[in-house]
């Protein structure tokens, strides 16, 4: 039952090419930074990846992004990384943008093992209708659209057909762990990490806290211990080491 790992290289190492990965975090709050440092160093490529955002130039999926390592994106919000539009415009990486509360039951989906369900979100739009640019060409054109999605009335309502998303590897970040993978978030940390655990077959987390099995009350746990496989246990500087996406100050009086 005890699921620590020694370190980030070994969480990652079986991690191949063309893997499919669930990452946790919200803009920069709450992404595994330690273990997608490791998997650039471990040198997988031709990743497929689901979250929130791709990080921002230099930090976070942003530097999987820049070394050419990701393939394609599923993604709510892209605005932050001029590196991804211009990946994204050149042809060079696939997105399937999508409503971010429909990701996240997606995900949520997944996890749960249903395979698709019903929703609102997009109805009307190339979200249900098709068309929408997912891989441009090299002149502009575009390669790869999103095909139309099966849609169904329900008390007189249009409601359009959404998959679950189930991914080979999952990684997210949690303030506090036990060695059973049992995983608590710390306030808005709370973000995508849960859904992406959920939607892994192998679910591997970092941990700023890593206690002993039993010190955590079971009513505080966000992860139940049985959707993880491997824990990192992060050092105090890993565990410090956060980045602000905008830094908002007031100006000296």
């Not at 997606?106 to 749960?112: D, E, I, K, N, Y």
């Not at 359009?160 to 059973?180: C, K, M, N, P, Q």
Request: hydrophobic share 40%.
């Amino acid at each position: 039952m005890d699921k620590v790992v020694a370190s980030a290289a070994e969480a990652v190492a079986d991690i191949p090419s063309g893997a499919s990965l669930a990452v946790g975090g919200f803009g920069l709050c709450g992404i595994p930074s330690v273990l997608i440092q490791a998997l650039l160093e471990q040198g997988a490529g031709e990743l497929s990846v689901a979250s929130n955002n791709c990080g921002v130039d230099g930090w976070g999926l942003g530097v999987l992004l820049n070394a050419r390592r990701i393939a394609r994106m599923t993604s709510s919000y892209v605005g932050e990384n001029k590196e991804f539009e211009r990946q994204f415009l050149s042809g060079e990486l696939e997105v399937e943008l999508t409503p971010q509360g429909t990701l996240a039951e997606r995900l949520r989906a997944g996890g749960a093992g249903i395979p698709a369900f019903y929703t609102l979100a997009g109805v009307g739009t190339q979200v249900s209708e098709g068309g929408m640019p997912w891989r441009y060409g090299p002149d502009g054109s575009i390669a790869v659209a999103s095909p139309a999605k099966e849609t169904r009335e329900f008390d007189g309502r249009t409601y359009v057909l959404e998959r679950g998303i189930v991914t080979d590897f999952a990684l997210v970040r949690a303030s506090v762990g036990d060695r059973h993978g049992n995983l608590v978030y710390d306030a808005s940390t709370r973000n995508f990490n849960p859904l992406a655990a959920a939607a892994g077959r192998v679910t591997i987390a970092e941990v700023e806290q890593l206690v002993e099995p039993g010190e955590i009350p079971a009513q505080d746990v966000h992860t139940p211990g049985i959707f993880v496989q491997r824990v990192l246990a992060l050092t105090p500087e890993q565990a410090a080491d956060k980045r602000i996406e905008k830094r908002t100050v007031r100006k000296d009086s």
